[in-house]
């Protein structure tokens, strides 16, 4: 069975350990986990792995976030994998911060990246991995925030739920997002 697994965030060291990409920051762990070879290719850095007699295509669409749904879309149709095989994960201020969520289908939430997602596939039915960054934001500081560094604190606070989301990951290919849910949401 082949799975899709797309880590959104924004190409470019200026994004490097921001809010926006802990998308990135997860795929990059679960890559490294798996012992994976990173390619440039069309539309995204790709990952090619087997877990548990599964392929993994981890991707980090090279798009921006925005139009993460172009390389999404491109990846799904290239490897032939159907959206409910598709995981995407992606920060979400909506979410206290180090929040883990998972979910079968959903709208997107204001995220610009999630929009994109669902107007290019035609559907917001396909599981994601909401990971709450918070909103200790000013009002209308929101792209500063998101597009913002880590601080010392949140970086603790992060680093181990980083790692609890490749958890996440490998949990959903090896006994579905049903269970996965179960398992891990609101722990």
Excluded at 16 to 44: C, P, S, W, Y
């Amino acid at each position: 069975m082949k799975y899709l697994i797309a880590g959104l965030g924004n190409v470019g060291e200026e994004y490097a350990n921001t809010r926006h990409n802990i998308g990135f920051d997860v795929a990059d762990l679960l890559i490294n986990d798996l012992k994976g070879d990173v390619k440039v290719e069309k539309l995204a850095s790709v990952s090619k792995v087997k877990f548990k007699g599964r392929t993994l295509v981890i991707i980090k669409p090279t798009t921006f976030m925005n139009l993460s749904g172009k390389s999404i879309k491109y990846w799904l149709d290239k490897e032939k994998v159907p959206t409910k095989n598709l995981l995407v994960i992606l920060d979400d201020i909506a979410l206290p911060m180090g929040s883990l969520r998972m979910k079968s289908k959903g709208g997107d939430a204001g995220h610009n990246g999630l929009t994109d997602i669902i107007e290019k596939l035609g559907t917001n039915v396909f599981p994601r991995l909401r990971i709450g960054v918070g909103d200790n934001f000013p009002r209308g500081r929101q792209v500063d925030y998101v597009l913002g560094k880590w601080s010392r604190g949140e970086e603790k606070i992060m680093l181990p739920k980083i790692e609890d989301a490749t958890s996440m990951v490998k949990s959903f290919v090896s006994i579905g997002i049903d269970r996965t849910m179960g398992a891990f949401n609101n722990k």
